[in-house]
């Protein structure tokens, strides 16, 4: 079946521009994440949603980072006044699991920023 | 934050030689997981391994946990040229069981 598919792959922005990245998780898991990779390093989390509930935010670095997912399936996490500092892989995972018991997270292919 | 670390940050070996990456991490967990990214790539689950097992078999893959030394190794036994990626460890935690990772260990398996 499909796996979790994200868009675009890649992405490049001028300073300050507005961005939306878009995540497909497998249809039917509930949770969905979003993390942020820097180069060279380990996934760093950023939030997480309960279906259309966006449960834990505590990982957005700032108030110019937003995410959404209204109907509990699509997610955007959406970037406002882009700093070079946002350059990074985002990745998205979904899994079946509702915190109760802890399942393999599926990972999207990530959307690669680039603020120029 | 990194959970841990892993160690070592890279590894070069020949085909058909085993490559072990050792993990550490810093509270308390329910299970251990590891995680293949190849380059331009998203993660790929490989194995999860609990608190109360210590050790963990998977096809070429062999995963030992000692929550004692809160340390977690992978074996990976006859390595291919397509064994080549990045490897990290990662456990869950928070209310929303995130996941936390290591930096990783870049293996590379020359033909």
């Known amino acids: 079946g499909a796996g979790v598919s ?3 792959r890649y992405k490049v922005a001028k300073r300050g ?9 497998i249809s039917g898991h509930v949770s969905l994440f979003w993390y ?5 390093q380990g996934p760093e989390f950023l939030t997480y949603f309960q279906n259309e509930a966006q449960l ?3 990982g957005l670095p700032s108030d110019r980072f937003f995410a959404e997912r209204p109907e ?3 997610s955007t996490l959406k970037i406002q006044r882009t700093q070079q500092e946002d350059s990074a892989v985002y990745l998205c995972a979904s899994t079946k699991s509702t915190g109760n018991r802890d399942y393999e997270q599926y990972f999207g292919p990530g959307t690669r920023l680039t603020v120029t | 934050s990194q959970q841990g670390e892993e160690d070592p940050q890279a590894l070069s070996i020949q085909e058909g030689e085993n490559a072990t990456m050792n993990c550490s991490y810093k509270t308390s967990i329910n299970n251990l997981q590891w995680y293949r990214q190849n380059s331009g790539r998203g993660l790929v689950h490989l194995i999860l391994i609990r608190s109360n097992e210590r050790e963990k078999h998977s096809g070429r893959l062999r995963v030992t946990l000692d929550t004692s030394k809160k340390s977690s190794s992978l074996l990976i036994t006859a390595s291919r040229a397509a064994d080549t990626a990045s490897y990290f460890c990662a456990t869950p935690s928070g209310s929303a069981r ?13 033909p």
């Open chain 1, 6 to 8: 994200q868009s675009p």
């Open chain 2, 98 to 110: 995130q996941l936390t990772f290591g930096s990783g260990t870049q293996l590379t398996v020359l």
């Open chain 1, 17 to 25: 521009q507005d961005v939306a990245l878009r995540c497909d998780p």
């Open chain 1, 56 to 58: 834990d935010k505590s």
């Open chain 1, 36 to 40: 942020q990779q820097a180069l060279g």
């Open chain 1, 72 to 74: 509990g399936s699509v």
